[in-house]
Antibody
Framework: EVQVVESGGGLVQPGESLRLSCATSGFTLSSYNMNWVRQAPGKGLEWVSY????????YYADSVKGRFTVSRDNAKNSLYLQMNSLRAEDTAVYYC?????????????WGQGTLVTVSS | EIVLTQSPATLSLSPGERATLSCRASQSVTSYLAWYQQRPGQAPRLLIY???NRATGIPVRFSGSGSGTDFTLTISSLEPEDFAVYYCQQRSSWPQTFGQGTKVEVK
């Protein structure tokens, strides 16, 4: 069974950092591209970051570029999102999602999300 | 950036009725469009990809159509579990973007 589990969320002050983790199981992570998608409270979905299966290609939304860094450790079946210089508008549930093989960006398995709250 | 506009914002229907949701792109995405369902408190679920292909395990009452800039998600006969928020997503060009969502609620 495919499982995707995010962790690392919490309450931080503006300007602080946080590192999210995404543990995967039930599939070979090294064969899949992955996305991070977030959802502010009561709002819609916003794509945050993409990382290719090998980690060599990474894309970011303009809203997080230069502040967030996506990485992965395929040997540990894990994905990470390092978030620096956090702002109030980064407050959201952050989802880690597997990208459907061969599809480019469609997310076929999602975790339940981890809540990040940025507030003083 | 390609903007996806979904309509209507809210659709009020009864179980058994047909639901028709629209997603319009600000420029052509050819057929690179997906639909997701999100129930309250849950993660999104992929329903349709590449405009008209049902994802694994998705019931046949869900169907997608369209190409270019205009797309439709149709639920042929609403079941109680179908009342949720639906999002479209394009992967034609970076950044990938989502529509703002359509809420299907019980009338």
């Amino acid at each position: 069974e495919v499982q995707v589990v995010e962790s690392g969320g919490g309450l931080v002050q503006p300007g602080e950092s946080l590192r999210l983790s995404c543990a995967t199981s039930g599939f070979t992570l090294s064969s899949y591209n992955m996305n991070w998608v977030r959802q502010a409270p009561g709002k819609g979905l916003e794509w945050v970051s993409y990382i290719s299966s090998s980690g060599t290609v990474r894309y970011y939304a303009d809203s997080v570029k230069g502040r967030f860094t996506v990485s992965r450790d395929n040997a540990k079946n894990s994905l990470y999102l390092q978030m620096n210089s956090l702002r109030a508008e980064d407050t959201a549930v952050y989802y880690c999602a597997r990208i459907l093989s061969g599809s480019g960006s469609y997310c076929d398995y999602w975790g339940q999300g981890t809540l990040v709250t940025v507030s003083s | 950036e390609i903007v996806l506009t979904q309509s209507p914002a809210t659709l009020s229907l009864s179980p058994g009725e047909r639901a028709t949701l629209s997603c319009r792109a600000s420029q052509s995405v050819t057929s690179y469009l997906a639909w997701y369902q999100q129930r309250p408190g849950q993660a999104p679920r992929l329903l349709i990809y590449d405009a008209s292909n049902r994802a694994t395990g998705i019931p046949v009452r869900f169907s997608g159509s369209g190409s270019g800039t205009d797309f439709t998600l149709t639920i042929s006969s609403l079941e109680p579990e179908d009342f949720a928020v639906y999002y479209c997503q394009q992967r034609s060009s970076w950044p990938q973007t989502f529509g703002q969502g359509t809420k299907v609620e019980v009338k």
